[in-house]
């Protein structure tokens, strides 16, 4: 069973940094791509970033140049670093991994609050 589990949302100022993880449970999960998507309150949920199972990020315009994402196989785990965040950036973040190479599935996490509020 794929479950992707999201955490370490929470409440920041503007300017300052979070790191988002979500883990990935199952045996396959290198070759899975792992996306990171938000939505915010009366918005549509849009694609932040992704990861593909060989480790390239690519990034929305909107974030480019202050989030990272990058991923850790032996951990089973996606990291979204954000920094210089914006209010803005508020929404909850949800994580997404995607099968590649075969491998077949298309699976969400329940999501976490990122709120950037002085």
């Known amino acids: 069973q794929v479950q992707p589990v999201e955490s370490g949302g929470g409440l920041v100022q503007p300017g300052g940094s979070l790191r988002l993880s979500c883990v990935v449970s199952?045996?396959?999960?290198?070759?899975?791509?792992v996306g990171w998507h938000r939505q915010a309150p009366g918005k549509q949920r849009e694609l932040v970033g992704r990861?593909?199972?060989?480790?390239?990020?690519n990034y929305s315009d909107s974030v480019k140049g202050r989030f990272t994402i990058s991923r850790d196989n032996a951990k089973r785990t996606v990291y979204l670093q954000m920094s210089r965040l914006k209010p803005e950036d508020t929404a909850v973040y949800y994580c997404?991994?995607?099968?590649?190479?075969?491998?077949?599935?298309?699976?969400w996490g329940q999501g976490t609050q990122v709120t950037v509020s002085s």
């Open positions: 997404n991994a995607r099968g590649e190479r075969g491998v077949q599935g298309d699976y």
């Open positions: 199952g045996s396959m999960f290198r070759l899975y791509a």
């Open positions: 990861i593909t199972s060989d480790g390239s990020p």
